[in-house]
């Protein structure tokens, strides 16, 4: 069942976050060591659009994206090469606008994060890497008053959430970015990640998981040769998920500007200022070993379990051609994910390449171990009245009654509902925050 959900028209709906004007340095067309520039997707050049007009409801002209540079795009993701490199030593003067890493020594375990969820990107699995941290020690969580959201397709508010007395501690449920309204009940020193997947990737499971076709009246295929025509013709006023630039639109991007290429680097430029981390799911690993530096956690915090995977038979190779027309119509999620790639990129250099493989690698093994020790296999399950089929994780009998394995295997949903029963029991009265 479809939550309550505030009409975004409405004058008690957040307000779309304002943005800093602030100057920002051109980005360093500087590559570690861990990647070749030539086999980076190229950028589009995204032409001059007519900018869309004030009605919410209306849609807008979204012209034609120049894919000249797109064929070197397909199959060229940026590849870590785990060979032995020699240790690029960055200078002292070096430095990103995410920085990551602290000595040991000059930290304290952080406790204070929120997780923006972005859909069909792995953001599952993050999710239960964060309710354990949280859940082992006790912590508060902001939690959805309703359903698994709080808003989506409006902004986050804290009217949205189930009521904690005594403050919060992690964020890690679906909700678009609202800097302002986060920052109302989050601690001043919370940090804030977000996750990323290559877009054609991204949209094809979400297209599936989602069953777009029943939205489209079409296939993928179909959906990504007339992309435009289908958009202005079933996307609707406002949509939980998005059918252009999705990923820009959970990320807080107003319905209006998703096609407006000056908005689209503007809000860029302030994603980067409003998060401390943004990982990549194509380098989870590395990504999460940036995010235990960041945090000060142990390497045990970040194991973890794919989470909300499909089943095997549902994931479909997408067509060239289909890659191409996406990358042309997710322009803005694409230069967003090449933003970010380049970014985390520089933050592996910066950490040191030898090192983060020989963490990799660490992690690997941990992993291993703990599916060694934990599970039996996997089980498909049924998801959304049927929609769509995932993997469940089986436990070895042995394992049911291991706390780890346990936390590390259940559902998102299950997790969700004992993490709320449990701030019940601590906190008698619980009721949505009005």
Not at 55 to 83: A, F, M, W
Not at 208 to 224: D, K, P, Q, W
């Amino acid at each position: 069942m479809e939550p309550n959900i505030a009409n975004p028209n409405s004058n008690d709906s957040p307000k779309e976050p304002e943005m800093e004007n602030k100057q920002t340095n051109p980005e360093p067309n500087v590559f570690p060591d861990i990647v070749n520039p030539n086999d980076l997707p190229k950028e589009p050049e995204i032409e001059k659009k007519i900018a869309p007009n004030n009605d919410v409801n209306s849609s807008s002209d979204h012209k034609s994206v120049n894919t000249q540079n797109l064929n070197n795009s397909i199959n060229s993701h940026p590849k870590i090469d785990h060979e032995d490199k020699t240790i690029h030593i960055p200078s002292k003067n070096h430095t990103t606008s995410m920085q990551i890493y602290q000595p040991k020594n000059q930290c304290e375990p952080h406790k204070n994060i929120v997780l923006l969820k972005t859909h069909k990107t792995g953001s599952s699995t993050l999710q239960n890497i964060l309710y354990r941290f949280g859940d082992v020690r006790g912590l508060s969580f902001v939690l959805p008053a309703v359903d698994v959201y709080m808003g989506n397709p409006a902004y986050f508010h804290p009217k949205f959430v189930l009521q904690t007395p005594g403050g919060y501690n992690i964020l890690a449920n679906h909700a678009r970015f609202h800097k302002e309204n986060m920052a109302r009940i989050m601690p001043a020193n919370t940090k804030y990640i977000s996750i990323l997947r290559y877009p054609p990737k991204q949209f094809e499971s979400m297209f599936s998981y989602y069953s777009f076709n029943n939205r489209y009246h079409t296939s993928l295929e179909g959906f990504a040769s007339r992309a435009q025509e289908l958009y202005d013709k079933h996307e609707g006023g406002n949509p939980r998920h998005s059918g252009l630039n999705p990923v820009l639109y959970d990320l807080g991007l107003h319905k209006n500007d998703l096609a407006t290429p000056g908005k689209i680097d503007d809000y860029i430029k302030f994603i980067e200022d409003s998060f401390d981390l943004i990982l990549i799911a194509e380098y989870l690993k590395e990504s999460l070993i940036l995010l235990k530096e960041l945090m000060c956690w142990d390497m045990e915090e970040i194991v973890y379990f794919s989470s909300n995977k499909r089943d095997n038979s549902l994931v479909k190779e997408i067509p060239k051609q289909t890659e191409k027309q996406l990358l042309t119509w997710h322009a803005g999620d694409f230069k967003l994910y090449l933003h970010f790639n380049r970014t985390l990129h520089r933050q592996i250099e910066e950490y040191g390449v030898q090192r983060m493989q020989t963490e990799v690698k660490i992690l690997n093994k941990m992993i291993d171990d703990l599916s060694e020790d934990c599970l039996q296999g996997t089980k498909s399950v049924s998801e959304l009245g049927g929609k769509t089929v995932i993997k469940r994780y089986v436990l070895k009998p042995n394992a049911k009654n291991k706390r780890t394995c346990a936390r590390m295997t259940y559902p998102a949903y299950d997790y969700l509902m004992m993490l709320k029963q449990k701030q019940k029991l601590r906190r008698p009265g619980l009721k949505r925050n009005l």
